[in-house]
């Protein structure tokens, strides 16, 4: 069975660059979209963005500017950084699998999250 | 638009029949997924594709339909536990990962 288990700073200062790391358990790492979601509190979910195990990526438009995404296949591992943070940064930060065969997405293993509270 | 709206809040009695709806231009080339979400959890996969469940885990009450640039899921005779935040999501035209606003289900 695959699981995701996700890390990265909890409290960061505005200005500060998030950076979070998922590993995957079980299960191929190649033909997934390793993607970023987050949720504000109280609020719904955002795709921040995604990368493919072949080191394609793809950033949701409104965070592109500060989005990074890397992956490191020996380790089966992908991360997130997000640069410059703000109090809006502040949100659970989820990392799951991607399925893509089109026209059928869906994301099937989710990590269990991250908060992040960006404050001075 | 790569929006998707969802309603807000949606309620239904024990047992009985509840859709929920999610209607944007991505749904028209692009089939939803339908994620679960409890409080304090992360979101669990429902349904996706063509009526397509998680194998083994997700009960046989929960089904989905597509028309036009609407998608919605069904549970069909609603419990207790199914009482949560829902979410739509597909991928738009730029390949872009899209979710609904979601929608909370009470189960009265």
């Known amino acids: 069975q695959v699981q995701l288990q996700q890390w990265g700073a909890g409290l960061l200062k505005p200005s500060e660059t998030l950076s979070l790391t998922c590993a995957v358990y079980?299960?191929?790492?190649?033909?997934?979209?390793w993607t970023w979601i987050r949720q504000p509190p109280g609020k719904g979910l955002e795709c921040i963005g995604e990368?493919?195990?072949?080191?394609?990526?793809n950033y949701s438009p409104s965070l592109r500017s500060r989005v990074t995404m890397s992956i490191d296949t020996s380790k089966k591992q992908f991360s997130l950084r997000l640069s410059s943070v703000t109090a809006a940064d502040t949100a659970v930060y989820y990392c799951?699998?991607?399925?893509?065969?089109?026209?059928?997405?869906?994301?099937?293993?989710w990590g269990k999250g991250t908060t992040v509270i960006v404050s001075s | 638009s790569s929006e998707t709206t969802q309603d807000p809040a949606v309620s239904v009695a024990l047992g009985q029949t509840v859709r929920i709806t999610c209607q944007g231009d991505?749904?028209?080339?692009?089939?939803a997924s339908w994620y679960q979400q409890k409080p304090g959890q992360a979101p669990v996969l429902v349904i996706y594709?063509?009526?397509?469940r998680p194998s083994g885990e997700i009960p046989d009450r929960f089904s989905c339909a597509s028309s036009g640039s609407t998608a919605s899921l069904t549970i069909t005779g609603a419990q207790a536990e199914d009482e949560a935040d829902y979410y739509c999501?597909?991928?738009?035209?730029?390949?872009?990962?899209?979710f609904g606003g979601g929608t909370k289900l009470t189960v009265l």
């Open positions: 799951a699998r991607g399925v893509s065969a089109s026209p059928k997405s869906y994301m099937d293993v």
């Open positions: 079980g299960g191929s790492f190649s033909d997934f979209y």
């Open positions: 990368i493919h195990h072949s080191g394609s990526s």
């Open positions: 991505s749904l028209r080339t692009s089939y």
């Open positions: 594709g063509k009526n397509n």
């Open positions: 999501n597909s991928r738009d035209s730029n390949g872009n990962w899209v």
